[in-house]
DNA sequence: AATCTATGTCGCAAACTTACGACATTTAAT
DNA sequence: ATTAAATGTCGTAAGTTTGCGACATAGATT
């Protein structure tokens, strides 16, 4: 017993849970951003751009395609890696959607624990 | 060499993959809507509420505490935990940021890969 | 004091993640 | 046809996460 019991919470839950998951790590990020930032999309070299090897990097952009936020397209030799904009934008919402809910009773201040 | 290279990342990059992971399990998703859910702070017995262990509940307790997203104060034989609001606010901007950055440009739609 | 209840702590097992080197594949040049 | 460059795939090693039972603590009751 020591899989991930996910199964026994909501889809919404799951979903967040998964998306959260794609930006859990540093290179994840890194990449997202690194990908926004360039106009064109730009190809595998991405690699170059972080402390990581090709072999790493290649793994990650493969976790980020498995949730569809980015696209890959080969195109000869190189390959052409891009930002699911779209999706994002849900995401995006999906996100603001939970911390509205999280924030919006008045409980625990900055410093002091709650008053309950 | 298997351990998280995030030393290499900026501290956004690194703050913002923290924080994602403490949401990359939908236990921790729950737990927090679960807490805001509840006007007043609710114990421990949030064990009750999901199909999780006690000791798995309270593990996942300690991830969120240890970010500081919510705080739990021991009162008598029982505890009271809550969110930590101030601070999700601001985890909330963060997030909006960096989506708002990711979905700036005009990459691909929603089907089609980019034209590059 | 003995007990009950609500917590917290330990240690372990299984699964997942991260990182990489080495090898395979594919397209474009020479 | 060879070779070179850019990718993709495999297997492995080590670290981290998830889940839980068993045991420890600490107030509150009786």
Chains 1, 2 share one sequence.
Do not use: W
């Not at 890959?72 to 809910?101: A, D, M, P, R, S």
Request: aromatic letters at 6%; glycine letters at 6%.
């Amino acid at each position: 017993m020591t899989y991930a019991k996910t199964a026994a919470f909501t889809q919404e839950q799951q979903q967040l849970a998964r998306v959260a998951k794609a930006l859990a790590h540093p290179a994840r990020v890194a990449i997202i951003q690194f990908l926004a930032s360039k106009q064109t999309c730009i190809s595998g070299d991405i690699a170059a751009e972080l402390p990581l090897s090709r072999t790493t990097v290649f793994q990650h952009l493969q976790e980020l395609k498995a949730l569809d936020l980015i696209r890959g397209e080969i195109e000869g030799v190189t390959v052409c890696y891009c930002l699911n904009t779209e999706l994002l934008k849900q995401v995006h919402q999906q996100f603001t959607g939970f911390f509205i809910e999280a924030t919006a009773g008045a409980a625990c201040g900055p410093d002091e624990a709650c008053g309950c």
